[in-house]
């Protein structure tokens, strides 16, 4: 619980401006990083792309490790593992 209450008390510690590029910043990459699985996902089209289940797999692999990272840097754990990627 008390961790529950460092983090009210430090978001409330934040300053305006901190916010608001911290909001700015999320809402932009967070539209970027949506876009670009978009883009990864039209290589599902099987009349132009030729590609193995195992392949899928791997794309799929790297983009869940990927989001389990952001989930530790954002939270308490701070984590900095990285995800390299290749087929």
């Known amino acids: 619980m008390d961790v529950v209450l ?11 401006e901190k916010r ?10 967070t539209v970027n990083a949506i876009k670009a699985i978009r883009v990864i996902g039209k290589l599902g089209n099987r009349s132009h792309y030729q590609y193995e289940d195992n392949d899928v797999r791997k ?18 754990q701070g984590s900095r593992i990285t995800v390299d990627f290749k087929l």
């Open 6 to 16: 460092k983090k009210r008390e430090t978001a409330k510690n934040l300053s305006p």
């Open 20 to 29: 608001h590029k911290f909001v700015k910043l999320a809402e932009s990459r």
């Open 59 to 76: 794309i799929v692999s790297a983009l869940t490790k990927e989001i389990e990272a952001l989930k530790a840097r954002m939270t308490e």
